[in-house]
């Protein structure tokens, strides 16, 4: 369902038109690969949550070590994103036949390290 795709016969890229009611259909898709592994997706929310809240009230007396710890969460904002590609990606190789490994996705950066 890409929006953009490159073809060879252009040299720009096309862009097609999504639908006014095409995000309703990318939410109900969402929601559905979120009710198939809702521990693990949760895990991750929180995870960032947590984060959050600790920058944000733990630390708001030293704005140093806050904007430092800032910084970091920054970047270990994608490292947590990849584990939340590869549920997506387990997902849709086994196309409902199966579940997703938390195990597998927490350390899915290794395999591109």
Do not use: C
Not at 45 to 71: E, H, N, Q, R, S
Request: net charge positive.
């Amino acid at each position: 369902m890409n929006l953009i795709h490159v073809s060879v016969n252009h040299p720009r890229p096309i862009v097609h038109r999504a639908d006014l009611l095409q995000p309703w259909e990318w939410l109900r898709l969402g929601y559905r690969d979120f009710r198939r592994a809702a521990a693990d997706a949760l895990l991750y929310g929180v995870a960032f949550v947590l984060m959050g809240l600790w920058l944000t009230f733990y630390l708001a007396d030293a704005p140093v070590v806050a904007i430092t710890l800032a910084t970091l969460f920054l970047l270990a904002g994608p490292f947590l994103a990849i584990g939340l590609f590869d549920l997506a990606r387990q997902m849709e190789s086994f196309d409902g036949r199966g579940k997703a490994r938390l195990m597998h996705s927490l350390t899915a950066w290794r395999a591109n390290f």
